[in-house]
């Protein structure tokens, strides 16, 4: 259609070089994924040559499933990591640590924040079983972040439910779309903690060199614009952050699908019993039914329940999604069973079979609330599409998670007081007002740590575009010398207000400044401390670069202009990249401890500014230091090249470390007889040959 129109199309994939990807985004329209967009305009702010870019400035954005991405997804910042540094023996000490420890005597868990903190005796604990005084000593700070990781890995992260073993390696599972992340890694040490809580090989955490969060990257774009069919109740969060109406477009035919109230057990097993009941009753009668699971371990028990009942069914979760495909093709189909998680619950249409609208169309039934409404309603849109019949209806249990953590105390008080069994749910829109309550209070939470985020990364961001505009400037630049000049002023304004800092003159320090500007800028023999002695402020600083720009023009005499305008690409690129990745580090440092402010009466965020705002403004002065003294006392090789200061070695989304594992082709082994001619095409038998022992 869009060739018809006259527009070209181009498609940006995982794995493309270079040309491929310049060519699909020179294109009137492409299309991608957010991941790859996201990661391509990091890489283009790394790249050494301005012909190695590959995007075009960021205009138009249309996101499909756009509350996936810009509010589920929006916590996840994109990483690029580099080499590793820390080894693995203290995750594996912490890990051995945590395992004899006891829950509510060693460490109490909250399960409504899934905060883990050792108690008074685990800390005594922690310090005779390492050997050391005070474990919150300075020197014990990395000791503590290894035990707090190991905690975490063991009391909140759970194995089939946050993530799955598999092939040897601790796989994410998405919560919000169920599916396996692959080639992601949880940050800041849980990724190696989870491994050696699960006994596997310990993977070396990596160095951030660039990252950028979806609402910062998407923010970018002149025009942004989106469909989904669940925005509407983040409607306040699409306006106040990306300033986006949202518009509800009526269906093309009227729902009339059947949407039950909320059935809820007393026990967990009550509940399962009375699913495998109604999905029995519904599949005897021919009709399809979708079973939707929050979790992995959810939808494998529900299966062993079916199993038992006879039930012949299929699983969709993440450990199979390869099947997804045909699963989802005979879901519709009579007497078709499908138990999934949230993988089936985003934009899947399920095409129903012959004869089914008649039996009352697809039957959704759900196990338990997702934490938001909008990935319930997700499930529920699968029946009932384009004008069919269907049915959707949850089925909860007071000891679901939601419940717990957000459920009212009271209604499970009720139902022992009235004497109310597991075979009795209560049904009534009371009951179902007070779970939308709980999602409503977990989303408000959600929203509210968004909204956090998003403020302490709109600091990193402010720096990240000046950072990458003057780094574009310089890659863009024929001729860096004027901005190489202004560094170097920079620099000397510097060394004056320090060595001359006093209204007394005989005060200066006169013999340091000409020391600093031997050790900086210019050799002895260029400037001596006679010179400078006796001269005002003005008249030092106009001798001084006067000399450094006459030894500026002696080096540029000695090398061709060309020679001398890579040299200073070289340095500039260099310098920036080094600085501005340590820069990172420390404001990640800075995040994490600066919420102990508040104890302090301070305002985090506010102290987050103001800091950052000083270490941004000591990297500018350290890198105009840097430019300065390598462009000046340097001395330049015939063969300079410009290198990446640390390799790319992983890409990363959700705060997560990532390693890309190349898999190789399995062959399977024949067997070869020792008669038989060598498989190596010699000609002679198999045991004259390769066979020999």
């Not at 700070?141 to 799955?164: E, F, G, W």
């Not at 999934?340 to 934009?347: E, F």
Request: charge should be negative; aromatic fraction near 8%.
């Amino acid at each position: 259609m869009y060739d018809f129109l006259g527009l070209t199309v181009g498609l940006n994939k995982n794995g493309m070089s270079k040309d491929e990807k310049r060519e699909a985004y020179l294109a009137d329209i492409t299309y991608g994924t957010n991941n790859e967009f996201g990661f391509d305009y990091l890489r283009d702010n790394m790249v050494l040559y301005k012909d190695q870019m590959v995007q075009r400035p960021l205009h138009f954005a249309i996101i499909d499933e756009v509350d996936s991405i810009l509010i589920d997804e929006a916590r996840t910042p994109l990483i690029i990591s580099g080499t590793a540094r820390k080894s693995a023996t203290l995750y594996e000490q912490a890990n051995s640590f945590v395992r004899t420890l006891q829950n509510e005597d060693d460490y109490s868990y909250d399960e409504k924040s899934k905060g883990v903190q050792l108690t008074e005796e685990g800390m005594n604990k922690a310090e005779r079983f390492f050997q050391v005084d005070n474990l919150f000593d300075l020197n014990n700070v990395t000791l503590t972040h290894h035990i707090n990781q190991a905690l975490k890995a063991h009391i909140s992260m759970h194995k089939d439910t946050d993530y799955v073993v598999e092939e040897d390696q601790v796989v994410i599972v998405d919560q919000f779309t169920g599916r396996l992340m692959k080639g992601r890694r949880y940050s800041d040490g849980l990724h190696q903690a989870i491994e050696a809580k699960e006994g596997l090989p310990i993977q070396n955490e990596s160095m951030t060199l660039a990252s950028i969060t979806f609402q910062n990257y998407f923010r970018m774009y002149e025009k942004l614009a989106g469909m989904t069919g669940t925005a509407k109740t983040e409607e306040e969060e699409f306006r106040n952050i990306y300033n986006m109406d949202v518009i509800a477009i009526p269906t093309n035919k009227p729902i009339i699908r059947d949407d039950k109230a909320d059935l809820i057990f007393k026990s967990m097993e009550g509940k399962f019993r009375a699913v495998v009941e109604e999905i029995k009753e519904r599949n005897q009668a021919g009709q399809p039914v979708l079973v939707g699971t929050v979790a992995v371990e959810t939808s494998e028990l529900i299966s062993k329940y079916l199993s038992r009942a006879g039930v012949k069914h299929n699983v969709l979760n993440a450990k199979n999604h390869y099947r997804e495909a045909e699963i989802i093709e005979n879901a519709g189909q009579r007497g078709a069973v499908t138990i999934a998680t949230n993988m089936a619950g985003r934009g899947t249409d399920i095409k129903l079979g012959d004869g089914i609208k008649e039996l009352g169309g697809l039957a959704v039934i759900g196990t338990e609330r997702h934490e938001s409404r909008r990935i319930d309603n997700q499930l529920r849109g699968r029946s009932g599409r384009q004008g069919d019949p269907g049915v959707t209806q949850f089925y909860l249990s007071m000891e679901d998670e939601l419940m717990r953590r957000f459920g009212s105390d009271n209604m499970k008080a009720m139902m022992e007081r009235f004497g109310m069994d597991d075979s009795q749910p209560i049904e009534s829109k009371l009951v179902s007002r007070t779970v939308e309550s709980a999602q409503k209070r977990v989303e408000g939470n959600n929203f509210d740590a968004r909204k956090t985020i998003l403020s302490y990364d709109d600091v990193l961001r402010q720096q990240r575009e000046i950072i990458y505009k003057q780094r574009y400037e310089v890659i863009d630049s024929d001729n860096l010398r004027e901005i190489i000049e202004q560094m170097i002023e920079t620099t000397v304004d510097a060394a004056i207000d320090t060595y001359m800092a006093e209204d007394v003159p005989e005060e200066w320090n006169i013999t340091g400044l000409t020391e600093y500007l031997h050790a900086t800028l210019i050799e002895q023999e260029w400037i001596t401390e006679d010179e400078l002695k006796g001269k005002e402020k003005d008249e030092a600083r106009a001798l001084i670069l006067e000399k450094v720009k006459a030894k500026y023009d002696q080096k540029e005499e000695e090398l061709t202009p060309e020679q001398m305008r890579e040299f200073e690409k070289v340095i500039l690129l260099r310098t920036v990249d080094t600085k501005w990745m340590d820069h990172i580090d420390q404001m990640d440092q800075l995040r994490q401890g600066i919420h102990l402010r508040a104890y302090g009466q301070n305002d985090p965020l506010r102290e987050y500014q103001m800091e950052s705002f000083a270490m941004f403004e000591e990297m500018v002065a350290s890198i105009n230091e840097e430019v300065a003294k390598y462009v000046m006392k340097a001395q330049i090789r015939e063969n300079l090249k410009r290198e990446a200061v640390v390799k790319e070695t992983q890409t990363v989304s959700g705060g997560e470390q990532a390693k890309k594992k190349v898999k190789k082709p399995y062959v399977k082994a024949q067997a070869v007889g020792r008669n038989d001619a060598c498989p190596c095409g010699s000609g002679k038998k198999y045991k004259n040959c390769h066979g020999k022992a």
